[in-house]
């Protein structure tokens, strides 16, 4: 197993980091090396060995920019820790977001005329499914008890017109 480093919890001056680690760790030490990173006159430090957690807080706001500093507090952890004998990446790992592309304006006033008309038409249809599905029901109830009149076969299509009717709403109702 490897060990990793990763930030729970970020403000502008204060990083909540969660250290997974196989190699076991001097904690004691840690605190020691991590003092003499981080002076006590400008930074704050708490580590957790139970949850394995390590807060770094800067005691005055830092004017220069955030990811600049969050940079800082990382390499140098990351050095301390290394130091210990994890073998850390020095590049902080980045949250990815995935966006979709944006659409063509056309196809955007195309798809918002048409899906009133569609979802219209839809209801529609699904409306006229299950006043047939009840009719069928209500013929394939008195078909079960007649002899020789398909009363099951007409149920079975009475369910198949509700599953359609429900079917058809489905992607306006959503």
């Known amino acids: 197993m490897t060990s ?27 605190q020691l090396d991590l003092e003499d990173a981080f002076p006590s006159h400008q930074w704050c430090l708490r580590l957790n060995q139970s949850k394995c957690l390590i807060v770094i807080s800067s005691r005055s706001s830092l004017s220069i920019n955030p990811d600049y500093s969050f940079e800082f507090v990382y390499s140098a952890l990351v050095d ?18 995935v966006l979709k592309p944006s659409p063509n304006r056309v196809w955007l006033k195309v798809r918002s005329f048409l899906y009133p008309v569609v979802n219209a038409f839809s209801a529609s249809l699904s409306l006229g499914c299950l006043l047939l599905a ?34 058809l709403r489905r992607p306006f109702v959503a």
């Open 4 to 30: 990793r480093l990763v930030l729970k919890h970020q403000t502008p001056t204060r990083w909540r980091f969660c250290v997974d680690s196989s190699v076991p760790l001097n904690w004691a030490l840690l």
């Open 80 to 97: 301390q820790l290394n130091h210990q004998g994890c073998q850390l990446s020095t590049i902080p790992l980045s949250k990815v977001e």
């Open 134 to 167: 009840s009719v069928a029901f209500a013929l394939g109830l008195v078909g079960l008890y007649l002899p020789l009149f398909p009363g099951l076969l007409i149920m079975l299509l009475s369910t198949f017109l509700f599953e359609t009717a429900l079917d």
